[in-house]
């Protein structure tokens, strides 16, 4: 079974950067697609960022040129780097497998303030 680790959350002033990991332990990492979720408050948990295994990217529109999504197969990990943010990205982020059939891990906090 495949656990994750979301780190790297924060708080951070509008327009400034952030970089989410996200460590995943087990030998079958990487066959999984990896995404990045987030919900806020009152919100359902939304899908923001896709890699496939082979490094494939996709965005929700709401980030799309702000957000880079990358994985390192080797190391077990995914990154989520965030620049021009904005305080409607406030949220807890959380990685999970593009279909999100993992086990969810605790997310991490992110507040963009105004």
């Known amino acids: 079974q495949v656990q994750l680790v979301e780190s790297g959350g924060g708080l951070v002033q509008a327009g400034g950067s952030l970089t989410l990991s996200c460590s995943a332990s087990?030998?079958?990492?990487?066959?999984?697609?990896m995404a990045w979720y987030r919900q806020a408050p009152g919100n359902q948990r939304e899908l923001v960022a896709v890699v496939t295994s082979g490094g494939i990217t996709n965005y929700a529109d709401s980030v799309k040129g702000r957000f880079t999504v990358s994985r390192d197969n080797a190391k077990n990990m995914v990154d989520l780097q965030m620049n021009s943010m904005k305080p409607e990205d406030t949220a807890v982020y959380y990685c999970?497998?593009?279909?999100?059939?993992?086990?969810w891990g605790q997310g991490t906090q992110v507040t963009v303030s105004s």
């Open positions: 999970n497998s593009n279909t999100g059939i993992l086990r």
């Open positions: 087990g030998s079958i990492f990487s066959i999984y697609a």
